[in-house]
């Protein structure tokens, strides 16, 4: 039986929200992704394996080189986990634009 990591643990370091973000752009390189930061490659490294264990990154071989990209799918857990609040503040916004438009009109 093959572990999964939490996704919601994946993303709460900086360093990997930052690859995230990085990769969302274009595909890249470990060695480019590493060039973003003060960190070893090696570190970098453990960071882009743990978001490929939860599925946020999928890497594709091309030639000798290794490409990760984001997996929009692997962030379909966290979009889903957030769309309600995303909703609720929505309501709370469009009912306080209301309300000021309300007090701009008297």
Not at 16 to 35: D, G, K
Not at 70 to 88: H, Q, S, T, Y
Request: glycine share 2%.
């Amino acid at each position: 039986m093959k572990l999964r990591r939490d996704v919601f643990q994946a993303i709460t370091d900086p360093t990997r929200r930052t690859i995230i973000s990085l990769v969302a752009l274009q595909a890249m390189t470990p060695t480019a992704i590493a060039e973003n930061f003060d960190y070893s490659r090696q570190t970098i490294s453990k960071h882009i394996q743990i978001l490929t264990e939860c599925e946020i990154l999928e890497q594709e071989q091309k030639g000798r080189e290794i490409y990760y990209q984001l997996n929009p799918n692997g962030m379909k857990e966290i979009a889903e986990f957030i769309e309600p609040f995303r909703k609720m503040w929505d309501e709370r916004f469009n009912k306080l634009e209301s309300v000021m438009k309300k007090h701009q009109s008297k």
